[in-house]
C-alpha cells in the first residue's frame, strides 16, 4: 500500500488548482497545499527532530503541519485540545516529544511559515517504546481517563482512507465540513485524508466558531448557522450531534438540501434517530471503528445498508465475531501501544459486543465489560438501552446500571426544562416497547450534565462506568426520581396509561396526579436566584427558620395519624414508627444551622412563621383529626421528594456562594441524602395501599401541600440583581 503522501501527489498532478483546504481566511489548491506542506517538512528535516505533539484548533496550518510530518517520516501525536493538563503532560512525558508544532501562534514557540509554530522541548529521559515505522500515535483517553497510544503506520492510514474511498465510490462528495476536532483520528483520517484523496474540498474552522467547546459543549444555534453558511455536502457526527441536527431540521432551523451522506459513530445510533433523520432530509449512516484499527472498520452506505447495524465491513479488514460474541478484526490493526510489547498479529478482539448478519452486515452490543446481568440472569448492553433514551426522551446524557438487580434503572441527563409528567410519558413508551427483562424501574432526572472534571466521564464524552457506579448514592440523591410501573403490557401506548387506570401502581399515580401542583414548587424564583448566584445570607435563614416551624410539627403529626389510623392500616402505623425514629430531634438541627449563620435560634424557636406554613400545619392537624388521617403522607409526598430535587445541590449552591461553614448546612446535607433511602420506603409504603379512599384523600393532600409550601418558597427575600449584591458586600 503507497503512502498518503504518493496518494495525494496523484490528486496534485490531477487537479493542481482545484481547492484542496479551505479556511476561515485563506484556502489552498491542491498544488498550494502541496507546496506548503513540502516547504515545512524540509524545516522539520533540517531541524532534525523525530517526535512531534500536534497542538491547537482546527485551522488549515494545522493539515498542512499534520501532511508534512507524513512527508518528513516525523512520527505525529496529535494533541487534543480537551484534554486536561495532566494527560497532556502525560502525553509529552510518554511519547518522548522533540518539539511542539501549533496551528497558530503559541507562547516561546517561532513561525516556522505556512502558519505553522514549533517549539522545541528538553530531552525527555521517559521516553516509551514505539514500534517500528510508526508514523502516527493517537492517544485515547480511555475508560479511566489515562491516555493510551495506539502506534499506528502510514500504510495502514493510508489503507484505511483508500478502503473508504472505494466503499463511498458511488457517492459524490464535494465539500466535506470538519466539526470534530482534527486532533480525533476519525475526523482526521475520514474528514481529511478521505476527501483529498476523493478530490475534494476540506473546511476547517475554529471549533468554536460552530458552537462547538471541549470535547462535548455545544451551542446548537450556531452550530446549525455554521452548517447553512458552509453547505456541505458531508460532516462526520457523534450520536449527540446527530441528535441536535435532528432537532434542529424538525424545527425548521436546519437548511438539509447540501447534505449528501452523514457518518455516525463514536456510539450506537437509534434506528429511530436515524429514521427520523431521514423523512427531514438528513442522510445518517452509521459506522464503526476504533483507534487500533485505523478509526473505521464497517460503514453502512446508499444502496447497502441495514438498520441496526453499522453496515458491512470495509475491505481491508477481515471481522468475525466468536461463541462469546466479541468482534474480532484482523487485517490493518495497529502496530501496538506505546510502551508496550508487541502482540502476535492475529486476530485484535474489540472488547465489543456483536452479530453478523447471513449478508454480512454487522451489529455492535455494546462493550463486554459493561454488560449487565439481572437477578434472573438476563443480559442487557447498557449501551442499548442507553442509545434508546437518548432517543425517546431526548436527554443529553444516559447511564444504565442495575447489574445482579431484578430491573435495570438510568440517570438521565435533561436540561431543557421539560417537567417529570413529560419525561414520565416518553419513558412509560419507551418501557412499553422494551423487552420485559429490560424495562426500567427507576429513571433518575439530573438537570446538570457528567463531567470529566468529576471523573464521570471520558474526554469524548463517555461515561466512566466504575466512578459512577462509586459515586451512584451521591449521584442519585442529586438527582429526581421517577418510578416506573413495571405491570405495563408490551405494546401499550402511553394513552392507555393515564393516571388512575387499574394497573398504574398507586405512587406512580400519585406523582402523575400531583405534577401540576409540583410545578408551584420547582418553579419557585428562589431556585433559579440560587443558581444565577443571586441569594444572600437574609434569603437563607428565613428558609431555615421556615423549615423549623414545619419540620418541628413532624414528628408530633406523624403521632396523631398513628393514633388516628383504623386497624385495617396497622401496616401504615409500624411504618410510622420507624419514621418518628427517624426524624426525631431533626427540628434541633435547624437550630443548630441558624446559629452557625449568626442567628439568635431561641428567638426563632418562640418566634412565629410565615401564614403559607401556619396554614400547612393546621390543614394537615385539621385533616387527621376530622377527615382521613392519611392525608398526611401528602404532606410526606412533598417534603421527601423536594428534598431528594432540590436540598443537596441547592445546598452546595448556597455554601459556594455565602462561604458559611459545613455547620450551616446540616438541615439541607442530610435531606438530600437520608430522604433518598426514604423515599424508596415511602413507594412502597404508598403501593400498599390499596383503598381509593385512602389514595385519594393524600392526592389532596399532597396538592394543597405543594400549594402551600411553594407559596413559602416563592415568599424568600432575594437581592435584586448581582450587581445590586456584589455592591452590597463591597
Request: glycine fraction near 8%; charge should be negative.
Amino acid at each position: 500500500m503507497a503512502a498518503l503522501p504518493d496518494l495525494l501527489s496523484q490528486r496534485v498532478r490531477q487537479h493542481p488548482e482545484r481547492i484542496a483546504l479551505q479556511g476561515p481566511d485563506a484556502s489552498f489548491s491542491y498544488q498550494q497545499l502541496w507546496r506548503a506542506a513540502q516547504l515545512v517538512a524540509e524545516q522539520l528535516r533540517n531541524l532534525g527532530v523525530k517526535r512531534i505533539g500536534l497542538c491547537g484548533v482546527n485551522t488549515p496550518a494545522w493539515v498542512v503541519a499534520d501532511l508534512a510530518c507524513l512527508m518528513a517520516e516525523v512520527v505525529c501525536v496529535p494533541v487534543p485540545v480537551f484534554f486536561s493538563k495532566s494527560q497532556t503532560e502525560h502525553l509529552i512525558q510518554r511519547a518522548g516529544l522533540d518539539a511542539l508544532l501549533f496551528s497558530a501562534e503559541a507562547d516561546q514557540a517561532e513561525a516556522i511559515g505556512q502558519g505553522v509554530w514549533l517549539r522545541l522541548m528538553p530531552v525527555s529521559p521517559g521516553a516509551a517504546w514505539m514500534p517500528e515505522h510508526t508514523a502516527k500515535i493517537t492517544f485515547t483517553s480511555g475508560s479511566t481517563g489515562t491516555p493510551k497510544g495506539v502506534c499506528l503506520s502510514a500504510q495502514q492510514m493510508a489503507a484505511t482512507a483508500c478502503a473508504l474511498q472505494q466503499r463511498l465510490e458511488g457517492v459524490t462528495l464535494q465539500q466535506h465540513l470538519c466539526i470534530l476536532p482534527l486532533a480525533t483520528l476519525l475526523e482526521n483520517i475520514a474528514g481529511v485524508y478521505l476527501p483529498l484523496l476523493m478530490g475534494a474540498t476540506v473546511t476547517v474552522a475554529p471549533l468554536q466558531t460552530l458552537g462547538m467547546t471541549g470535547s462535548s459543549g455545544l451551542e446548537l444555534g450556531q452550530l446549525v448557522a455554521g452548517l447553512n453558511q458552509h453547505q456541505p455536502h458531508s460532516v462526520i457526527l457523534v450520536p449527540e450531534l446527530a441528535m441536535a441536527l435532528v432537532n434542529a431540521a424538525e424545527q425548521g432551523s436546519l437548511a438539509t438540501d447540501s447534505f449528501r451522506f452523514l457518518a455516525v459513530g463514536g456510539g450506537r445510533v437509534s434506528p429511530d434517530l436515524l429514521a427520523r433523520g431521514r423523512a427531514m432530509n438528513l442522510p445518517l449512516y452509521e459506522g464503526y471503528g476504533l483507534s487500533e484499527c485505523g478509526s473505521v472498520v464497517a460503514l453502512n452506505i446508499p444502496g447497502a445498508e441495514r438498520e441496526g447495524t453499522v453496515g458491512r465491513p470495509l475491505s481491508h479488514v477481515q471481522v468475525q465475531v466468536d461463541d462469546n460474541q466479541r468482534i474480532l478484526v484482523r487485517g490493518n490493526t495497529h502496530l501496538g501501544y506505546l510502551g508496550d510489547e508487541p502482540e502476535d498479529d492475529g486476530w485484535l478482539d474489540t472488547g465489543d459486543l456483536g452479530a453478523i448478519s447471513p449478508e454480512g452486515f454487522l451489529a455492535v452490543n455494546g462493550r463486554a465489560k459493561n454488560l449487565i446481568i439481572t437477578s434472573f440472569g438476563r443480559n442487557i448492553s447498557p449501551e442499548w438501552l442507553e442509545s434508546e433514551l437518548v432517543q425517546a426522551v431526548g436527554a443529553t446524557q444516559a447511564v444504565v446500571f442495575g447489574d445482579g438487580e431484578p430491573q435495570p434503572s438510568a440517570l438521565l441527563v435533561v436540561r431543557d426544562g421539560r417537567g417529570p409528567d413529560k419525561l414520565r410519558a416518553a419513558l412509560m413508551a419507551l418501557n412499553a416497547g422494551l423487552p420485559d427483562y429490560a424495562r426500567l424501574q427507576a429513571v433518575y432526572i439530573r438537570r446538570q450534565p457528567l463531567t470529566q472534571a468529576e471523573g464521570h466521564i471520558t474526554a469524548n464524552g463517555r461515561p466512566v462506568r466504575h466512578q459512577i457506579q462509586a459515586d451512584l448514592p451521591m449521584l442519585m440523591a442529586e438527582a429526581f426520581p421517577l418510578f416506573m410501573n413495571l405491570s405495563v403490557p408490551a405494546g401499550t401506548s402511553p394513552q392507555q396509561t393515564t393516571p388512575g387506570v387499574s394497573n398504574m401502581a398507586f405512587f406512580d399515580r400519585l406523582q402523575s396526579e400531583t405534577e401540576q401542583a409540583r410545578a408551584h414548587v420547582t418553579g419557585a424564583p428562589v431556585i433559579q436566584a440560587i443558581q444565577e448566584g443571586r441569594f444572600d445570607l437574609e434569603g437563607y435563614t428565613w428558609f431555615l427558620t421556615q423549615a423549623y416551624h414545619h419540620v418541628k410539627h413532624t414528628v408530633p403529626l406523624m403521632m396523631a395519624c398513628g393514633g388516628r389510623l383504623p386497624e385495617r392500616l396497622e401496616f401504615v402505623r409500624k411504618a410510622l414508627v420507624e419514621y418518628i425514629e427517624e426524624e426525631y430531634g431533626h427540628h434541633e438541627w435547624i437550630l443548630n444551622d441558624l446559629e452557625a449563620c449568626g442567628e439568635d435560634k431561641e428567638a426563632i424557636r418562640h418566634g412565629q412563621p410565615d401564614t403559607s406554613i401556619e396554614l400547612m400545619v393546621a390543614y394537615l392537624y385539621d385533616r387527621i383529626q376530622r377527615g382521613n388521617p392519611a392525608a398526611f403522607f401528602g404532606m410526606v409526598q412533598v417534603l421527601e421528594g423536594t428534598s431528594i430535587e432540590l436540598a443537596t445541590p441547592l445546598g452546595e449552591a448556597i455554601q459556594k456562594q455565602l462561604g458559611l461553614p459545613d455547620q450551616a448546612f446540616s438541615y439541607l446535607y442530610s435531606h438530600g441524602a437520608l430522604d433518598q433511602e426514604h423515599f424508596e420506603f415511602f413507594r412502597n409504603l404508598m403501593d400498599s395501599i390499596t383503598d381509593p379512599d385512602d389514595q385519594q384523600v393524600i392526592i389532596e393532600s399532597a396538592r394543597m401541600v405543594y400549594r402551600l409550601y411553594g407559596d413559602m418558597l416563592h415568599s424568600i427575600p432575594l437581592p435584586a440583581s448581582n450587581k445590586e449584591q456584589r455592591h452590597e458586600a463591597a
